[in-house]
């Protein structure tokens, strides 16, 4: 795509993503008790490439009716699933794992079509990590009398199972692999943007001859997902997206017997100390926010600058900022894709406006952005302070609100005041500040000197409003067991 390319000191040739041999169907039916099948509402929704504009595929709205059908083949499915020996369930698991990287380059284009993000991303990371998540808990099936000594772990049950569009794939991954693993059987329904990697998901589970049932894949949109959430045999709610949602889906469910855990949105907060690395630190800002278009819930989108080392920090963001590569997701080069939804940039736009309109002030670098599709180039604010809305609130975009600070306390006492805590960042030579800090931040996440490292093996999951439970790591399995 020549139009991508953007002002910058130089310019590379475009290096697009062969996309031949993706074989995509027009309509993709629902994924219950083993088979596709046609849902009860005979609806479907159009899946957009938020890059062009276009249509990919059509996807099923599943109804009621067709929730009832998957939750009753799940619950038909957990009897023997529950009982088969766990090191037959590891064989299954371990079979996905692998089928997913045998697939992992048409994997990886499906996502960056169906969701916006560059190729690089889904490739590198999006996809190994979901294998990786299947591996991991794959690993841990024949092994739960030894993660939990003398506490007789046992399945819960039925889970429903609702996702976001930032890393479809991946969420299905760390979903669906401790679930099953554990001995449950599980009804998960993807976002509506992004349905088509769960649908392929669905493909390979059929094709590793996973039992009928064990798996289902229901899609649609909210209608659907309270569908899920409000059923009456489930025994287990387990929800990844917004803050507002996880209310409504908390409120829903109190008073039943469904356990749930809640992975909702953050805030996070960079911290940059005047001994860090500063060049360091610099591509941890970009990494930080501008990861998969800042569509992370842990992105760092509140940054803080140790006052003696501001100016030169923000000239080198600002300048690495112009060199940031936005456009064609399928482009090797790209570093900023397209925004998922014109919905998404629509409330982007908002805040940028409001960032505006209450004294911020605004740098963008000059991008020549392509006509169709979704876009946002990289944005940061200054002048902002903590009761800024750009501050306070979770935009899931491009945009960086930077604040200076001078002392330790004052930073931690700035970091903390948000109504999220799920991630933060800190950049320092010393290993004493990092302690402090991790014991005083309040967020599930502290990297230091790194930011958005993720790894299966490691508990991950939020504080205050960013919801409760963990995702990742032998933590990962207590959200699926009753552990007497
Ligand atoms: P969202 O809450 O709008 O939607 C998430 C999912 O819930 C979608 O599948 C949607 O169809 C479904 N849904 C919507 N309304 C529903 C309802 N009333 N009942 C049941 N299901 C319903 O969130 P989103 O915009 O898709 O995702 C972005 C949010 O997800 C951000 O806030 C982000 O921080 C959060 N997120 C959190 C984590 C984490 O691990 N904490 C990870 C990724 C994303």
């Known amino acids: 795509m020549s139009d991508t390319s953007q002002t910058s000191s130089w310019s590379y040739a475009s290096a697009p993503e062969n996309t ?21 509402s005979k609806k479907y929704f159009k899946s957009i490439n938020p890059a062009t504009g276009e249509v990919i595929a059509s996807i099923s709205e599943a109804n009621k009716k067709d929730v009832d059908l998957a939750v009753a083949s799940a619950r038909k499915a957990f009897t023997s699933w529950s009982k088969i020996e766990p090191k037959e369930r590891a064989k299954y698991i371990f079979r996905i794992a692998r089928m997913i990287q045998e697939r992992a380059k048409e994997f990886a284009i499906i996502e960056s079509i169906d969701g916006g993000k560059p190729i690089r991303e889904s490739r590198d990371v999006d996809i190994p990590l979901a294998a990786s998540h299947f591996f991991y808990y794959a690993g841990w099936a024949d092994k739960l009398e030894y993660a939990f000594p003398n506490k007789n772990p046992k399945p819960l049950g039925v889970a429903g199972q609702i996702i976001p569009w930032n890393f479809p794939l991946l969420m299905a991954a760390w979903k669906i692999a401790p679930a099953i693993a554990c001995g449950n059987t599980v009804v998960l329904k993807p976002a509506e943007t992004t349905s088509l990697t769960a649908l392929k998901l669905a493909e390979v589970i059929q094709e590793s001859g996973l039992p009928k049932g064990v798996v289902n894949i229901v899609t649609g949109a909210g209608k659907t997902g309270s569908e899920i959430v409000n059923h009456p045999d489930l025994d287990k709610i387990a929800f990844t997206g917004s803050t507002q949602v996880g209310k409504l889906i908390q409120n829903s469910i109190v008073g039943t017997q469904k356990k749930s ?3 909702l949105g953050g805030k996070g907060a960079n911290i940059i100390f005047e001994d860090a690395a500063i060049d360091q630190a610099v591509e941890g800002i970009i990494n930080a926010i501008f990861f998969n278009q800042g569509h992370v819930c842990c992105a760092g989108s509140r940054l803080f600058v140790q006052e003696s080392v501001a100016e030169i920090v923000i000239d080198k963001l600002k300048d690495r900022m112009s060199s940031l590569i936005v456009g ?5 080069n790209t570093d900023i894709g397209a925004i ?6 629509d409330t982007i736009n908002k805040y940028i406006k409001v960032g505006r309109e209450e004294g911020g002030e605004i740098y963008q670098p000059t991008c020549n952005l392509p006509s169709n599709g979704n876009w946002c180039p990289p944005t940061l604010f200054l002048n902002v302070s903590q009761s800024h809305t750009i501050v306070q609130e979770e935009i899931f975009g491009p945009v960086l609100a930077i604040q200076t600070f001078r002392t330790i306390d004052e930073v931690i006492e700035k970091a903390n005041n948000t109504p999220f805590g799920l991630s933060a960042g ?11 800090l991790t014991q005083e931040l309040n967020a599930g996440v502290v990297w230091a000197n790194t930011y958005n490292k993720f790894d299966s093996t490691s508990p991950f999951g939020g504080y205050k409003e960013s919801g409760f439970g963990r995702e990742g790591g032998l933590h990962g399995l207590i959200a699926y067991l009753n552990v007497e």
């Open 20 to 40: 031949d041999h993706i074989v995509l169907k027009e309509q993709y039916d629902l994924f219950i008790n083993g088979e596709f099948i046609k849902p009860d």
């Open 261 to 263: 855990t809640l992975e």
């Open 328 to 332: 064609d997701p399928l482009d090797k």
């Open 340 to 345: 998922n939804s014109k919905e998404q940039l």
């Open 426 to 436: 800190v950049w320092t030579e010393k290993g004493a500040k990092i302690f402090k």
